[in-house]
């Protein structure tokens, strides 16, 4: 089901769970400047952290809280369904993870930035979006292969 591109209502959706995953989206934030931007998180009333952009709510969820993943997943699919963005950008975890796979069967790009703090391997989010995303970026060198994109550090 993809979207005509002159239907695209949001050029840039970023998804991020609260805590370090959304200090390192925000640190993003100056990337967007030019652009109609809108984020996505688990947690209300974030509208003061975005000032000048929209920003919507979904519930949180881990692996470990099925029914919690199922919410989610239906929250963040409704957003994305009526954003219809441009590109999907996320930090992490569950809520970008599932913003990564709507937004792919969707038409748009798709971009997975693992956090920072993964100095070992790949989260399992960022392991599973390899598999769906455009773009998975990491932030160690060491990391890098031909699937995972070192571009130095980014965050």
């Known amino acids: 089901m993809q ?3 002159a239907e695209r209502s949001a050029t840039v959706l970023a998804i991020a769970s609260i ?10 934030s100056p990337l967007f400047k030019e652009h109609d931007v809108t984020y996505i998180s688990n947690t209300r ?32 699919l409704r957003r994305v369904i009526l954003l219809k963005p ?4 996320t930090t992490g975890a569950a809520p ?23 100095v070992e391997k790949l989260s399992l989010s960022g392991r599973i979006a390899l ?3 455009d773009r998975v970026y ?3 060198e060491h990391l890098s292969n031909d699937k995972i994109v070192y571009s130095g550090n980014l965050l």
């Open 3 to 5: 979207i005509d591109p």
């Open 19 to 28: 805590g370090g995953h959304w200090v390192e989206l925000q640190r993003l």
């Open 45 to 76: 009333n974030m509208d003061t952290k975005v000032k000048g952009s929209k920003h919507y709510y979904v519930p949180d969820a881990n692996k470990d809280r099925k029914l919690d993943l199922i919410k989610c997943f239906f929250a963040v």
């Open 86 to 89: 441009r590109v999907v950008i």
């Open 96 to 118: 970008g993870l599932m913003g990564i796979v709507v937004g792919k069967i969707l038409g748009a790009k798709t971009i997975w930035i693992d956090s920072i703090a993964n």
């Open 131 to 133: 598999k769906v995303a």
């Open 138 to 140: 990491t932030q160690w």
